[in-house]
């Protein structure tokens, strides 16, 4: 009920939903993508941050104790494959070391 309309498709494979106005998520647009059988839901922030820039997000679950969280300046948004894909790379990188580290020892 708080989606303003179906989804917009936008440049780099990215489908756009936004939220109607008077719904407490205003201030949030979600785009959806896909990369090969994997879905991409990335939130962006319509506000700027306190960080600065407008940013815009994603959570990774790797297992049920490790997920990562990436965000990146809503400037980027066309570059979403490759940011994904950097950020699956590391949490990959991470998890295949803490369990070699695990059994070394």
Known sequence: PYIA???TKMQA???R???STSSPYADI???VGKIG???VYIKC?????SLGPQLCSNAIRSSA???LRYRFARHHLAQWREIDHTARQLLLQLTHSNR???TSG
Do not use: D, I, Q, V
């Open 65 to 67: 104790k490790t997920s």
């Open 17 to 19: 939903y936004s939220f």
């Open 29 to 31: 647009e979600y785009y």
């Open 13 to 15: 494979g990215l489908s």
């Open 5 to 7: 309309r179906g989804p």
């Open 37 to 39: 059988s994997t879905t």
């Open 45 to 49: 922030e319509l506000r700027a941050s």
């Open 100 to 102: 070699t580290a695990g």
